[in-house]
Nanobody
Framework: QVQLVESGGGLVQAGGSLRLACAAS????????MGWFRQAPGKEREFVAA????????YYTDSVKGRFTISRDNAKNTVYLQMNSLKPEDTAVYYC???????????????????WGQGTQVTVSS
């Protein structure tokens, strides 16, 4: 089992920044790909960003490229999402997720993830 706890959400004005963190406990963190997903009211949960277990490769949905950066610190068992130039459409509950097995594909696919955090609210005012 892997337990994930997100933090860092809050209320920010458009153009501002937030840094989300996801602390993992349980099994060996460095064996897991890590992803960030979000869910806005009335919408389905969607992929935001992911990072491979090695930390070498990162992936982003088009709408956040150039604004968000995912990173991980395997020594601290933590993955981060730095969010800059925030827009009102970024408002959502943000979830951290982990998937094991060092799979080669589908890193942006929700149902390939095995463990989920409880989510943290991000609200961007206009």
């Amino acid at each position: 089992q892997v337990q994930l706890v997100e933090s860092g959400g809050g209320l920010v004005q458009a153009g501002g920044s937030l840094r989300l963190a996801c602390a993992a406990s349980g099994r060996t963190f460095s064996n897991y790909d890590m992803g960030w997903f979000r869910q806005a009211p009335g919408k389905e949960r969607e992929f935001v960003a992911a990072i491979r277990w090695s930390g070498i490769n990162t992936y982003y949905t088009d709408s956040v490229k150039g604004r968000f950066t995912i990173s991980r610190d395997n020594a601290k068992n933590t993955v981060y999402l730095q969010m800059n130039s925030l827009k009102p459409e970024d408002t959502a509950v943000y979830y951290c997720a982990a998937r094991g097995g060092r799979r080669s594909s589908g890193i942006d696919v929700i149902n390939t993830y095995d463990y989920w955090g409880q989510g943290t609210q991000v609200t961007v005012s206009s």
